[in-house]
């Protein structure tokens, strides 16, 4: 797991309930809300090497583009760390951390750089300044328990509002003392300067900041120089390409994988669903080893299949968050440059291929694509084989999605409108899949678990409903990340496609689906829809 703690959506992902009733996420907006009566606040000055102006990168427009459309409950896109600073080495100061923070600044651009919004309707820049100040909160407690507890506590206070883009800067930091030590740092960073990996690099610095003194070589790049290579004649080229990619899936698939209301929106509207499972975690990795693709490929995949099963769909198009890191100059870049690649994954295709194969009996006539694909639910026809028949074909999709995730969201939405006046509907899977973790355990060496390991596992499950949101723009979010042992999934969708009961099978789905899998015994594709019904059962 990441050293430190993460929050999607103002919740840190450790922090779920198993009650079935959801709290109502922060309200957004007005001022960060104050801590206990001994929280005071520290300014630190920084001192960077230049200053400038460019474009925003294709990262920071696609997630300024998310943010306006999710206004006022942005702070959903908030993330949050904490890294404690008590659990090893000599103690540390005040001044350490405040002086290891100002540097942690000076380092990377990014935490120095403010939105440049523009006087009429149009395109944002981004605006680095070479100096500032930035305001620490400060906070006592009496112990390392309380100390740990109010870490976790200022990290909700600070990723529960929005920030303000043009005028504040896009890190908020805080320190823990007990005594005359820092204990914990909390970092919580707009989503516009950072995303979950970025995070992870902050965290790493800012350790390294305060127990040597220094982070080694600076980073090979920054966000103004990427943002001028994107915008250059090479950039707009390979981005084009990419938006090829995206033409053909969506041709490829149905306009929506949520074509149809099927219930009366909840209020709030939005819910988030978290299932926390060992049983999950043991069986992606027997799945993934057995089938030699990775364990995020089995989870977009069973992803993919539980979606389109449920909505009737024999082609499934779900958005994966792709880091786009893979080039030496970017891993250690502090900025936003995920986006959102398209994985389209033709159910009946994969069942031909296993027919061509010999390994399956003849089906049906092939699903229809585009705007022709008939609305609501029905059982698809034509569908040979097993979930584990997918993962071949997935695996492929996969790669062609990680390949074209970066792109300009301003052709990227020139596209999907383009098509949707072409089809007379809108064209958008709003169907989203994001593992963030960085890095997948080792499957542990040994025989494959027998049929009572996991159903022991299962009964350590976790379901809850931890939070709502107002809006959120899309209709099926998915989390994956890791606690302990498990894997945590949380699925975020709008009760109106997906009431709180259909979020609840979906999780559950997915979970009986690949641990049936790693037991030898995937589920045929024609009984998905089925296992949508029964999957959970008198389960919590």
């Not at 709180?500 to 009986?512: S, T, V």
Request: charged share 20%.
């Amino acid at each position: 797991m990441p050293e430190g703690t993460v929050t999607v959506a103002g919740l840190r992902a450790g922090s779920a309930p198993t009650d079935t009733e959801p709290e109502k996420a922060g309200t957004p907006g007005g001022p960060v809300p104050s801590g206990a009566c001994s929280d005071t606040r520290r300014e630190i000055a920084f001192h960077g090497e230049r200053s400038g102006r460019a474009p925003l990168t294709w990262g920071q427009r696609a997630i300024w583009h998310a943010i306006r459309r999710t206004a006022p409950n942005d702070h959903y896109f908030n993330i949050g760390r904490v890294l404690p600073l008590a659990d090893r080495g000599r103690p540390v100061t005040v001044p350490e951390a405040l002086g290891a923070l100002a540097r942690l600044t000076e380092r990377h651009e990014s935490l120095r750089t403010r939105l440049l919004l523009p006087a009429l309707d149009g395109e944002p820049a981004q605006s680095l300044a070479d100096a500032g100040t930035l305001s620490v909160t400060m906070t006592r407690a009496a112990g390392l328990p309380e100390a740990a507890a109010e870490a976790e506590a200022l990290l909700g206070r600070l990723s529960a509002t929005r920030f303000d883009y043009a005028a504040e800067w896009p890190v908020r930091a805080a320190l823990i003392t007990v005594g005359d030590r820092v204990t914990h740092a909390v970092l919580v960073l707009c989503h516009l300067a950072a995303d979950g990996h970025a995070a992870e690099i902050l965290v790493r610095d800012l350790r390294l900041l305060v127990r040597r003194g220094s982070a080694g070589p600076s980073p090979a790049t920054t966000p103004l120089d990427l943002a001028r290579d994107q915008h250059a004649a090479a950039g707009r080229r390979r981005g084009a390409a990419a938006l090829a990619h995206w033409e053909a899936g969506y041709r490829a698939a149905p306009p929506t994988m949520f074509p149809d209301p099927c219930a009366q929106p909840r209020t709030p509207r939005f819910w988030t669903g978290r299932l926390v499972s060992p049983a999950l975690a043991r069986a992606v990795g027997t799945v993934a080893a057995t089938h030699r693709v990775s364990g995020s490929t089995v989870l977009l995949t069973a992803s993919a299949a539980l979606v389109a099963a449920g909505e009737g769909h024999r082609t499934a198009a779900v958005m994966p968050i792709v880091d786009n890191r893979t080039a030496g100059a970017l891993r250690d870049l502090v900025s936003t440059l995920s986006q959102d690649g398209l994985f389209v994954l033709d159910l009946a295709e994969a069942s031909a291929r296993r027919e061509a194969a010999g390994l399956a009996e003849p089906h049906g006539p092939t699903e229809p694509s585009g705007p022709t694909e008939p609305h609501g639910p029905t059982e698809p026809s034509g569908l040979a084989g097993t979930f584990t028949d997918l993962l071949p074909a997935a695996y492929r999709s996969a790669l062609r999605a990680y390949r074209a995730a970066v792109y300009d969201p301003v052709e990227w939405d020139a596209l999907g409108e383009r098509l949707s006046a072409e089809y007379g509907t809108d064209v958008h899977p709003y169907c989203c899949f994001n593992d963030m973790r960085l890095v997948e355990r080792a499957l542990p060496e040994g025989p494959r678990a027998t049929g009572a390991e996991p159903a022991e596992a299962r009964r350590r499950t976790t379901f809850g409903f931890p939070a709502t949101q107002d809006r959120v723009a899309c209709r099926y979010c998915l989390h994956v990340t890791e606690e302990g042992d498990a894997l945590a999934v949380s699925l975020t969708a709008d009760t109106a496609y997906l009431p709180p009961e259909a979020i609840r099978a979906h999780l559950y789905a997915m979970e009986e689906l690949i641990v049936a899998s790693a037991a030898g015994t995937p589920p045929p594709l024609t009984e998905l829809r089925t296992l949508l019904v029964t999957a959970g059962g008198d389960r919590p």
